[in-house]
């Protein structure tokens, strides 16, 4: 153990986090325990990359984006059978699963629990929005014949609350057997000065390492040998906070097919060029979801001769993948991106701070970057009115509010 200890120490002072012990004899021995593994675990040698990296500034040059090519699913003709008919085969021989992004909390809805858990006042009644997607995938069984299995993503600060939650609910009528819970991975934050933030319970501080993480864990928690037990070819991927999300689109579906690609993705136009979205677009000739930090101004604002935006592609994470691509990326390292975020620590004199400004480097990686790895994508445009209604702040844009009207308008609901 003592020999053990002075590794710890010796890495520690390498990296210049010594002060990650300095309260260890006061914590409780689990506490201690705890501490240490996630010390043996993390990788300090990333860390300091990373933190060096905050200082650099991303830029992308006008001249290397190029706009996407897409799909306008309202204006398919002829070919609109054909894709609905190689779709609906997919889906009917059970080669379809649907992976759900559920490691958020409801915090920015003023909600305690899982995003997941949130109620939805729809006159009709409430629904929890864990609720609504599975009435999506009891349609899909009632219209195809077809159970199809249903993976969500936790993280561990919503894992157990999670399958509590869904467990009392007795996952809404849909069958047990046929859902499996996994959880995303985390990394340290750590402060402006390069310091790895500790808890309050004493041990380090961690948030989830993006949605980006999904590749990676859909392997290391046994998900992807599930699926090719199952026979599954392609995996329907979205988050937990959209009411509108269409699982199974035999469109998308047999389009991305017929194209012979392995990715296929949804967008919906921008409601103007200031919408805080990412946007597709190519990247010296790879398709990419630009984040609307990374594009430049004018380029945002630049229209064609119709007064349309050029870059006005919105991601809605909605993406399908052939698992031949889960496969490929199960690991590989995707870049990390880096968010300024306000995070509780513990200080040096294991005073508790809870900041008024942000403090702490919090690092992501998006799903989106593995688009590039690949030649081409089907990109396939939907309406925002039948697809697009997320609910991920407490009022305005993108709030309940508007998530229920969306949703209400769709099913006819007065």
Known sequence: MEENMQLIRKTLKKYSQEHLLNGYDKLPE??????????????????????????????????????????????????YKEFQETGEKAIRNGKLAVVTMAGGQGTRLGHIGPKGT???????????????????????KQKYGVTIPWYVMTSRENNNQTKEFLEKHNYFGYPSKDIKLFM?????LISTEGKILLDKDGCIKEASDGNGGIYEAINKNGILADMKQKGVEWISVGGIDNV?????????????????NLIGSKSVVKANAQEKVGVFGKVNGKTKVIEYTELPKEMAEKVDENGNLIFG?????????????LEDLSNVKLPYHTALKKASYLDEENNYIEPVEPNAYKFETFIFDAFERYENMTVLRVKREEEFAPVKNATGVDSPETARALYKAFHGIN
């Open 313 to 325: 592609d919105a991601n809605i994470l909605n993406h399908l993948f052939n698992i031949k691509v």
């Open 244 to 260: 509108l999300l269409n699982i199974a689109d035999p469109i998308l579906i047999g389009l991305t097919i017929k194209q012979n």
């Open 184 to 188: 995303q991975g985390e990394l340290p």
């Open 118 to 140: 949130y109620k939805l006042n729809l006159e009709i009644g409430e629904k929890y929005l864990f609720e609504i997607l599975v009435d999506s995938l009891k349609e899909i």
């Open 30 to 79: 689990t506490k201690q325990k705890q501490l240490l593994e996630q010390i043996e675990h993390t990788d300090f040698e990333l860390i300091n990359s990373l933190y060096n990296k905050t200082k650099e500034k991303a830029e992308i040059s006008e001249s290397e984006i190029t706009p996407i090519e897409y799909w306008d699913k309202s204006k398919i003709k002829g070919e």
